[in-house]
């Protein structure tokens, strides 16, 4: 019905309408979206009927944008890192490159935290992305231009990853979808920082969308010849899947406690599947969850297999350029002479202070293997586990550096290799988005996307940033 240059124009002209607001788009591509736009019609005219087009092509002419922290032909990758603000990608990460195979078109990237290692996107290269719902609040990080250009409808699909909650995090302050994938199915290759060692295993790169029946076809495109491990064209029956709810991790010392609203939210979902799908919800309680904070950082910071220890986050600060001390940087950022973010030079800080106790570590990381274990067990070929995304809805600007742990309720499946869905559920008293995690165990990520289609159905999905 309509053109693929009426689309991408329309796009374009969204972006320069709220990009000024939100500042989530880092650098655009507009002039080559709207040619390679001319393009898609132009074959679309010229092809005969039976040309097979939507299998050469599944996502011919969509619009989207990627995480600057992504190699994107032509297009800026500092990761908000001052020392490499002329870093110009050269290629396409493999990601990226299936899904430009695949038709769609990049219309640019988007913001993220210095490193991709904070929940706030914020850094000394761009500045401070906002959430659209109220201006006032972060986007989450570490793919938090994503979330944010994707809830104020100037993209149909973002490219996100995710080590600690960077693709969830974002999804759920911006009331988007997100997937985890399971762990090493989608390639994470051309993207900076890339994972070495053993966080090879933890980090994920996977779609973000506005609706949930985009990240299945993303997702296909993403895996390449992966996606054979994932069961994506089994049909899922609702009514068979086993359903978990567990609405906190039991009290963590280092976390805060779960809003009101989100364990209402949580509790309505459950009702709803009670109700509509004459299932019974499991309330569990998983001692172990109370430690996830613990459990990501030792394991996150563990030598892999080989012996080869994980790279420190100093190392990575100091790319392209000298050698970076924390101490000396904090005193510089105290008189505003630093170019890096407060939380990368507290990260740069405490990361040796995980290794003063070896033995606690050790510990830690054989209670992280035991609580895969006990996961994979409760889960099995059927099981979704309901349970908050983040025990928060979006915070004001600044605030989670005085909550900086918050982020383990997304981090502890990036460390148990679980697949995960972030479903939007509508807006709260405050208008800001509310939303849920749901999990399965290892490769039965078309559960959680069939739940998430589900959820979208009975409470909305996304809401456009204003409407209410």
């Not at 990361?351 to 067990?377: D, F, H, I, R, T």
Request: charged residues 20%; neutral net charge; hydrophobic residues 40%.
């Amino acid at each position: 019905q309509v053109t693929c240059i009426e689309v991408v124009e329309a796009y374009v002209e969204r972006i320069k309408e709220v990009n000024p607001l939100i500042n989530a788009v880092v650098k655009d591509r507009f002039e080559e979206a709207l040619q390679e736009a001319r393009q898609v019609d132009k074959l679309l005219s010229e092809s005969p009927a039976d040309d097979c087009l939507e299998e050469k092509f599944p996502l011919l002419g969509v619009p989207i944008t990627v995480k600057e922290a992504f190699s994107l032909c032509g297009m800026p990758n500092t990761s908000g890192l001052v020392n490499r603000r002329n870093v110009i990608a050269t290629s396409d990460a493999t990601v990226v490159s299936r899904l430009k195979q695949a038709g769609a078109i990049p219309l640019g990237v988007t913001n993220c935290s210095e490193l991709c290692m904070w929940y706030e996107s914020s850094n000394r290269v761009y500045g401070r992305t906002n959430n659209p719902y109220d201006l006032q609040r972060i986007v989450g990080g570490s793919s938090g231009g994503e979330g944010s250009v994707l809830a104020a409808a100037c993209s149909v699909v973002g490219v996100g990853s995710d080590i600690g909650g960077s693709i969830r995090m974002p999804a759920f302050f911006n009331g988007v979808f997100g997937h985890k994938p399971t762990t090493g199915v989608v390639p994470n290759d051309g993207q900076f920082p890339n994972a070495h060692g053993v966080r090879t295993s933890y980090l994920c790169t996977g779609p973000m969308c506005r609706y949930a029946e985009d990240l299945e076809p993303v997702l296909r495109v993403m895996a390449g010849p992966g996606v054979s491990k994932l069961k994506l064209n089994e049909k899922v029956s609702l009514e068979k899947i086993k359903f978990h709810c567990m609405d906190h991790d039991g009290g963590s010392i280092f976390v805060s406690p779960v809003d009101k609203e989100i364990l209402q939210a949580q509790k309505k979902v459950v009702e709803h599947l009670e109700s509509d799908l004459g299932v019974r919800v499991q309330r569990v309680a998983i001692h172990k969850m109370k430690y996830s904070f613990q459990i990501w950082s030792a394991m996150m910071s563990s030598k892999d297999s080989e012996g080869q220890e994980a790279q420190r986050f100093t190392d990575l600060l100091g790319d392209h350029g000298k050698p970076v001390w924390p101490l000396w940087e904090l005193m510089k950022w105290l008189v505003g002479m630093s170019s890096h973010t407060l939380p990368a030079i507290a990260l740069g800080l405490t990361e040796k202070l995980v290794n003063l106790n070896l033995s606690g570590k050790a510990k830690l990381v054989s209670m992280g293997k035991s609580l895969q274990e006990e996961m994979e067990a409760l889960l099995g070929p059927d099981g979704v586990l309901l349970y908050p995304s983040h025990p928060t809805i979006a915070p004001k600007h600044h605030s989670p550096i005085c909550m900086p742990f918050n982020f383990a309720y997304t981090a502890i499946f990036n460390v148990l290799g679980l697949p995960v869905t972030q479903c939007p559920l509508g807006l709260g008293s405050e208008g800001l988005p509310l939303g849920i995690q749901l999990v399965a165990a290892a490769y039965n990520d078309h559960l959680t996307l069939a739940v998430a289609r589900y959820l979208e159905k009975a409470f909305g999905g996304w809401v456009l940033p204003g409407k209410v």
